[in-house]
């Protein structure tokens, strides 16, 4: 009996002693969980130095936008950080551009020296540039015969004459036209020429003319026959003229070919030897010569462009 006491004695002891340690150790795993969820403020430290010295230096970024803090204590509008400036060096124009679009005052487009003595009616600017509307004439062989005998006879007379290096029949005055208008204007001009008819006119009595600015004498041959075609035409280029507040032509128009010119006021010198040279036209052995022009396209020249308007038949 005493021994069966003793075991179950013992037994309670044992049992005992076993579950205070397995209390024990499950509050040692729940401190342990605590201490893991809620770190040391050292470690926290120690983190928050780590982060802020391999973290990016955000105040550089030039995109970063800071907010002031306002007065009454709300955050203020946003102020982008200006960026940094960046220095330009700018390249040079190559010389090839540069030529392209000389000075205003070109020394040898206003040189009369280089022009045969010619002086400019109008000065020459970058984007102005000569407009006129005109006849063509195509000459023939008989026609270089008599220019060489008219310069012959002017010459005795103390006129030295220079052929022209292109003959035709002026429809309008000399205009300057700006680049900008030069598509437009002709635009308006083929539209406006588009019904004239083709014609021929001929021309066979020598005038004197001289340029409103007297630089320079024309030997003229005057157009006989055909004025009324020439008229119609003309009352057709001034409209787009008038459209484009341009200069029109002469009121009393006097249509002729110039055949030569010479430097300055000569018209009182030439009228004294005009007989002379009319008698080389008229007194020819094959007949009276006559200058003959077949409208059959009229030209429209604007600094180095030419355009073409062909007639209907």
């Avoid at 020394?107 to 280089?114: F, I, K, R």
């Avoid at 001289?210 to 020439?230: D, H, M, P, Y």
């Avoid at 010119?261 to 007194?283: A, S, T």
Wanted: glycine share 6%; proline share 5%; aromatic share 8%.
């Amino acid at each position: 009996m005493y021994i069966s006491i003793f075991f179950n004695a013992s037994a309670r002891v044992n049992e005992s002693s076993t579950q205070i340690p397995e209390e024990q150790r499950k509050s040692t795993i729940r401190h342990k969980q605590m201490l893991v969820g809620y770190s040391s403020s050292s470690e926290e430290e120690n983190q928050e130095e780590h982060q802020e010295e391999t973290a990016p230096n955000k105040d550089a970024s030039p995109t970063r936008e800071e907010e002031e803090e306002g007065e009454d204590g709300c955050p203020a509008r946003k102020k982008p950080r200006a960026e940094p400036q960046v220095s330009k060096t700018r390249l040079p124009v190559p010389g090839s551009l540069m030529s392209m679009f000389p000075d205003d005052d070109d020394p040898e487009t206003e040189d009369s020296s280089l022009h045969g003595g010619r002086i400019r009616s109008f000065r020459h600017e970058r984007g102005n540039w000569a407009t006129y509307v005109y006849l063509p004439y195509h000459p023939e062989e008989e026609f270089e015969e008599v220019l060489e005998e008219l310069f012959s006879a002017a010459s005795d007379g103390g006129v030295e004459l220079t052929q022209q290096e292109e003959f035709h029949l002026s429809l309008s005055r000399t205009v300057v036209l700006r680049h900008h208008w030069i598509q437009p204007f002709i635009q308006s001009l083929r539209a406006d020429l588009a019904h004239c008819k083709k014609f021929v006119c001929s021309a066979r009595k020598l005038k004197v003319y001289c340029n409103a600015e007297k630089t320079r004498t024309f030997l003229g041959i005057e157009v006989c026959s055909g004025q009324t075609q020439l008229l119609d035409v003309v009352r057709v280029v001034d409209r787009t003229m008038t459209e484009f507040r341009l200069d029109t032509f002469y009121k009393e128009p006097s249509f002729h070919v110039s055949l030569a010119w010479c430097v300055g006021d000569m018209r009182e010198k030439m009228g004294g030897c005009i007989q002379k040279l009319q008698c080389l036209v008229d007194d020819r052995e094959e007949g009276p010569f006559d200058l003959r022009l077949d409208g059959v396209e009229l030209r429209c020249r604007t600094g180095n462009k030419t355009f073409r308007f062909p007639l209907e038949p």
